[in-house]
């Protein structure tokens, strides 16, 4: 079985600090990806990764940025915490590049900013 | 652009009931769909998903999903729920032309004895 894990299940930081969200995948899939979850609004993607070193913006980039220095870990950073970016954030993996193969997802993980 | 709308926010129905959760998506070419389920505190996992071929499709704990293209709807259905289905079910669609899997804001479905 493909295993997606998220560093913490649980987070809390202050308005201004540097957040570091981290992911791994250790079925050596191609492709990464970061989504926020927020009531009503579904899911939502912020950044994607199709192999090392490489990044693509998702539809909400604004306040993030993310890292994938090796195959089976992409970090998605916060530079600045703001409160509107409290929300469950997601990792997924893929297998095969594009849009229509099955992603992965980790358990998530719930920030709150304060 | 592509987009999907999952009808109800939220679904309640007893234990051994029939279910239907409703997803529709705005037409194009070649799409893409899927089913994805969250149980609480958990990730998404894929309950099943159409690329092509019979539109009827099968997936895990007794859901299917029929791909209708004139109505441009991929419902999911089960015939008999258990407690053990409560959980949030979310649709998404992909297409050729567009980069990326858009999700729906999903459907939560609450099974009660």
């Known amino acids: 079985d493909v295993k997606v894990t998220q560093s913490s299940r649980y987070l809390v930081k202050r308005t201004g600090e540097k957040v570091f969200l981290e992911c791994v995948q250790d079925?050596?899939?191609?492709?990464m990806f970061w989504y926020r979850q927020d009531p009503g609004l579904g899911l939502r993607l912020i950044y994607f990764?199709?192999?090392?070193?490489?990044?693509e913006k998702g539809d909400i980039p604004e306040g993030y940025s993310v890292s994938r220095e090796k195959k089976e870990r992409f970090s998605l950073i916060l530079e600045s915490a703001s409160t509107n970016q409290t929300s469950m954030y997601l990792c997924?993996?893929?297998?095969?590049?594009?849009?229509?193969?099955?992603?992965?997802f980790g358990p998530g993980t719930r920030l709150t900013v304060l | 652009a592509q987009s999907v709308t999952q009808l109800d926010s939220q679904v309640p129905v007893f234990e051994e009931a029939p279910v239907e959760l409703r997803c529709n998506y705005s037409?194009?070419?070649?799409?893409?769909l899927f089913w994805y389920v969250q149980y609480p505190n958990q990730g998404l996992q894929l309950l099943l998903k159409?690329?092509?071929?019979?539109?009827l499709v099968k997936g895990i704990n007794g859901f299917e999903a029929e791909f209708n293209k004139s109505q441009t709807s991929f419902h999911l259905r089960k015939p008999s729920v258990h407690i053990s289905d409560t959980a949030e079910y979310f649709c998404?669609?992909?297409?050729?032309?567009?980069?990326?899997?858009?999700f729906g804001t999903g459907t939560r479905l609450q099974v009660f004895p």
């Open positions: 998404a669609v992909s297409s050729t032309d567009t980069d990326k899997l858009i």
């Open positions: 037409s194009s070419v070649s799409v893409y």
């Open positions: 159409y690329l092509s071929g019979s539109t």
């Open positions: 997924a993996s893929s297998l095969l590049a594009g849009f229509t193969d099955t992603q992965y």
């Open positions: 079925m050596d899939h191609e492709n």
């Open positions: 990764s199709y192999d090392v070193k490489m990044k």
